[in-house]
């Protein structure tokens, strides 16, 4: 997940439940998003989410990571919507075949069990744009991570778009100014851009990837300067020139399925494994400020990536009666 501007950007708070309206914005008949919107029409739902992440989780401790990965990939395309989720049809082309989810996305038949659960207990009632962003919630704290109070309140759009994945998701090889556009063109600053790259911390990436880095990075056929010499050689035994397209490496080479702020101490050891993790240290004194600021401060990193977690989840959702809860996640209801 590449994941994903002042330093000085005050957060709100949190942990204080009572004043949950003020700080998420009020009810979502409103356009707004709040913890207790299933209180009353679905109250087991975050238990039943939680249940089979769990479950999900420790069949495959790979999955924790492609849950959190789902929920910035919808974010970043028409908002948190639900929009990824969709299969292609006869009106839609799905966003699972661009280039950032061909071949990488996964999680959906997780998302599936949990939809079919939830729609037992309470039917049309649970969005599955709410589903990803519990359930990426839940991935955190299951490796960790920060756990915090999901606003809830989505709607399930009637659509995909398969060009707005290919353009807004930050990609490996992006620059570090487009990356820092495509965040603050949803509403993201430098803290939220450098915190949910922390994400990284679990997950894997591909060779195809990041290959770039190890044999041609400045046209001269050698590796990126930015990249640990005996690392690298690590790499290349099993991302050769080519082929090996496929062949997964784990982000963080340290603690690949814990949650934590080795993630930032790799990047300023040069292990960070794609270009768009290493830039975050060697490209802007401002985003190498905060990676410092996280490799020294774990509690750090787990509070502002909580706080980012939110304000991402916020982006356009469909509240009110725009859009739908769909039964399916992956196709609409009519």
């Excluded at 919507?81 to 061909?102: A, F, H, M, Q, Y």
């Excluded at 071949?103 to 959906?108: E, H, I, K, T």
């Excluded at 985003?287 to 401060?297: D, G, H, N, Q």
């Excluded at 959702?317 to 399916?328: A, M, S």
């Amino acid at each position: 997940m590449a994941l994903s501007m002042n330093l000085l950007l005050v957060f709100t708070s949190l942990a204080l439940v009572p004043l949950c309206f003020a700080s998420y914005g009020g009810p979502s008949s409103s356009g707004f998003l709040y913890p207790q919107f299933y209180d009353h029409s679905c109250p087991k739902a975050q238990e039943i989410v939680k249940s089979v992440v769990e479950k999900a989780f420790y069949e495959d401790r790979r999955m924790a990571a492609s849950l959190l990965r789902l929920h910035f990939h919808d974010c970043f395309v028409k908002g948190c919507d639900g929009s990824v989720l969709l299969d292609s049809s006869g009106t839609i082309i799905s966003e699972k075949g661009s280039n950032p989810n061909r071949n990488s996305a996964r999680g959906f038949e997780v998302i599936d069990e949990i939809k079919a659960a939830i729609e037992e207990e309470c039917p049309e009632t649970v969005s599955c744009a709410d589903i990803l962003a519990i359930a990426a919630r839940d991935s955190t704290v299951l490796t960790g991570g920060p756990n915090w109070e999901v606003p809830l309140g989505r709607r399930d759009s009637l659509g995909a778009s398969l060009s707005g994945s290919n353009q807004n998701i930050p990609a490996p090889n992006n620059t570090l100014p487009t990356i820092i556009t495509k965040f603050k063109l949803k509403g993201l600053d430098i803290v939220d851009l450098v915190a949910l790259s922390g994400a990284h911390t679990i997950g894997d990436s591909r060779c195809t990837s990041f290959r770039q880095r190890l044999y041609n990075q400045t046209g001269n056929g050698l590796p990126d300067p930015t990249l640990d010499p005996s690392y690298a050689a690590e790499l290349k035994q099993r991302c050769p020139k080519s082929g090996g397209d496929q062949n997964l490496f784990v982000l963080d080479c340290v603690s690949p399925f814990k949650f934590d702020n080795f993630y930032f101490k790799n990047l300023i050891d040069k292990k960070g494994l794609l270009s768009s993790d290493e830039i975050l240290f060697t490209q802007s004194p401002a985003t190498m400020e905060l990676v410092k600021k996280y490799a020294e401060s774990n509690e750090l990193f787990f509070d502002h990536f909580a706080k980012s977690m939110v304000k991402m989840g916020n982006i356009t959702p469909l509240t009110g009666k725009r859009g739908e809860i769909r039964k399916i996640c992956r196709r609409v209801n009519h």
